[in-house]
């Protein structure tokens, strides 16, 4: 962990009515460091992040941003922070710009920052659209503008590419990946795109019904996972059934009967890969289609829990 | 698409739209049960064969009263009670299907009728120039028609005189009687009204419903900013509908103001603050417009409809005047008819602006109290 923490996470919980959100959660993260906060929906991210945002109290433990509380330091702890709600719609018969000028007059910032920002986000072209007409990726680079505005020390972004596609995806992690080049900036990232947290961040919590299932960087997490590949494989033959694969079968086999298709998780692939297809063989089945890869945030995820990230 | 997967598709898009309706009770309070509960007063309040009061002013510059004579004969009983010197007759007019219409005649001079019909408390004036009785008012005023055509039924039973429909009829058309004059300030009062309760607590609604309160105050945004920019700009909003709707009065009908702009001014200021307080206690909690909609209709139309906008509140049972007289709808009404035709000055609109300005500030603060920003 970084010797210089600005965020600090010890033992929180929270409760709405009967359904506990946060189970007792503690972390810390470094100056400069990206962290994401990655898990399934109804995880406790969004409630996690509007606890440090200031939205929301813990019911119990206590959070520091920069060694200071919400409670007694608001003022000190606004300017430094920088944020994105994980849906907000912004008002609709306002421009680019005049949306920016808006939020930086809360943080007493002229229209020299706004049009730095216009060209961050790259949305130069965008700067008189109304925001009823940005597609989707461009409202979320607004937020994310918006989010950078006052050069925040702590950035939280809460699911900021749920619902885009794969290009304004990208486009944001592209704007993410030159601010932690470039800045000091920390960041919290709630995501349940294991990809993103892959390409952005350089800790990773994962998180399911309010608890810390595994944590580290990238490295520590698949430090049981070294040297292993996952195989997907899939049949010609159709309405294959899960009981196919559990009488003598030399590997653990996860079968999809609605996908029709198996995942197994191989060590040697190159001594390994020929006895699976001996078994197969000795099944009587015929492989339609195989592919290898690296283990995922996602197979960890199912080791971990049985779902995947996305359910 | 066969039939059957299109009738399918439409009978599945039914039930959605059903569940989605009836899984949310607070839309489903103010789509469905209010509109029963408002339907009940309403009828209640309109079929109901509650006595009409309507108040027929006498000129007394008469020696001979044909008019007394008429009134008696027609079944007027005399000198029921006194009203500042005035002898009153009633007159009732029983009717099972449409109801009972109870008159009261009071005799004024020409000045005290003239501030009665301006007021709206009367339409129609009686006096007697010559030996038949003749009837002022304004007949573009429906109300002012169904007056005097009761009035002539009366004295057309009750006598050999011949009322001649189109003679005996005196149309008001000075400024300041006509019904036109009634209706403009009330309209520019309830035009503050609706632009301010629907602008401010709409607005407020719809910035909550879509989490763009909880990202401004999240981001350092000063509430009480927000708060005074919003009703700001309303206040400015009305005041250009204010000014266009008294330029139009003024060109097209001459409508004049006949007291201190001050005065005029100092109301429209305490209206603004009577109902951005009310937006702002309405609008402090719900995040859903359809609640919303329901929440400012419940206190909208009641005031729509009592306040004596488009007909005067007088015509309504006279226990119920003083309740309706207190209704911030009818204060601003009330003063800016006094500005507008009586020549009414600031002192004689002190009380009802107080009145509004401790109301807003009041429900404002409660409002504050309650106020959900995240």
Request: hydrophobic share 45%; glycine share 8%.
């Amino acid at each position: 962990m970084n010797i210089n923490p600005i965020i600090e996470v010890r033992d929180v919980y929270k409760s709405f009515k009967d359904v506990k959100a946060v189970k007792g959660i503690n972390f810390t993260v470094g100056e400069g460091q990206f962290m994401a906060l990655l898990g399934p929906n109804g995880a406790g991210k969004t409630t996690m992040v509007e606890m440090i945002e200031g939205i929301q109290k813990p019911d119990t433990g206590k959070i520091l941003i920069d060694g200071k509380n919400w409670k007694d330091n608001k003022e000190e702890i606004h300017p430094i922070i920088g944020l994105s709600l994980q849906e907000t719609r912004f008002i609709d018969k306002l421009n680019v710009r005049e949306t920016l000028m808006l939020f930086a007059s809360f943080y007493g910032l002229d229209s020299f920052r706004v049009n730095e920002v216009i060209d961050i986000v790259g949305l130069e072209e965008k700067r008189k659209a109304y925001v009823v007409n940005l597609s989707g990726g461009q409202r979320q680079r607004l937020a994310l503008g918006i989010a950078l505005l006052n050069k925040p020390r702590v950035l939280l972004l809460d699911e900021p590419t749920t619902g885009l596609d794969p290009n304004a995806r990208r486009e944001v992690w592209s704007i993410l990946g030159k601010l932690k080049k470039e800045s000091k900036t920390s960041l919290i990232l709630t995501t349940h795109y294991m990809e993103e947290a892959e390409q952005l961040c350089d800790y990773i919590i994962i998180m399911d019904h309010g608890k810390i299932l595994k944590e580290g960087t990238l490295d520590q997490l698949f430090t049981d996972e070294k040297g292993k590949k996952v195989v997907e494989f899939t049949l010609k033959q159709l309405s294959v059934r899960c009981e196919m694969f559990k009488n003598q079968c030399p590997f653990t086999i996860t079968w999809n009967e609605e996908l029709n298709r198996g995942i197994l998780e191989l060590s040697e692939l190159d001594k390994e890969l020929p006895v699976f297809f001996e078994y197969i063989k000795s099944k009587g089945l015929e492989l339609d289609d195989l592919v290898t890869r690296r283990v995922t945030l996602d197979d960890l995820f199912i080791s971990l829990t049985g779902r995947h990230l996305n359910d | 698409m066969t039939d059957i997967y299109r009738y399918k598709q439409l009978w599945q898009l039914i039930i959605a739209h059903v569940k989605e309706m009836v899984r949310e009770p607070g839309v489903l309070f103010w789509g469905i049960i209010f509109p029963i509960f408002m339907s009940l007063g309403l009828g209640v309040a309109f079929t109901t064969q509650a006595d009409t009061v309507r108040k027929v002013p006498i000129i007394e510059t008469y020696s001979q009263s044909i008019i007394d004579s008429m009134l008696i004969k027609g079944g007027a009983i005399k000198g029921l009670m006194d009203k500042e010197g005035g002898t009153l007759y009633t007159l009732t007019i029983k009717n099972n299907k449409l109801g009972n219409s109870i008159f009261h005649f009071y005799k004024m001079d020409e000045n005290e009728a003239m501030i009665a019909l301006k007021r709206g408390i009367v339409n129609v004036i009686l006096d007697q120039p010559d030996d038949k009785p003749r009837f002022r008012f304004d007949p573009s005023n429906p109300d002012a028609q169904l007056t005097y055509l009761k009035l002539t039924k009366i004295f057309k039973n009750s006598s050999h005189i011949n009322i001649n429909e189109n003679g005996d009829i005196l149309p008001l058309t000075i400024t300041g009687t006509r019904y036109i004059d009634f209706l403009i300030p009330g309209l520019l009062a309830m035009g503050i009204m609706m632009s301010t309760m629907w602008g401010l607590s709409y607005g407020m609604i719809e910035k909550r419903s879509k989490k763009l309160l909880r990202r401004m105050v999240a981001t350092r945004m000063k509430k009480s900013y927000f708060l005074v920019s919003l009703i700001t700009v309303r206040f400015a909003m009305n005041f250009i509908e204010a000014a266009l709707l008294i330029l139009f009065a003024w060109l097209v009908f001459h409508i004049t103001i006949q007291g201190s702009i001050t005065a005029l001014f100092l109301v429209f200021i305490a209206s603004n603050i009577a109902f951005s307080g009310l937006a702002v206690l309405i609008s402090c909690r719900t995040a859903k417009t359809e609640i919303g909609n329901g929440l400012i209709n419940v206190v909208v139309m009641p005031m729509m409809l009592l306040s004596g906008i488009f007909f005067s509140y007088h015509n309504y049972p006279n226990s119920l005047v003083p309740i309706l007289q207190k209704l911030p709808l009818t204060l601003v009404a009330d003063a800016m008819r006094s500005i507008f035709i009586e020549g009414a000055g600031v002192v004689q609109v002190i009380i009802p602006t107080l009145m509004l300005t401790v109301g807003g500030v009041t429900t404002f603060i409660i409002g504050m109290k309650f106020f959900r920003w995240y």
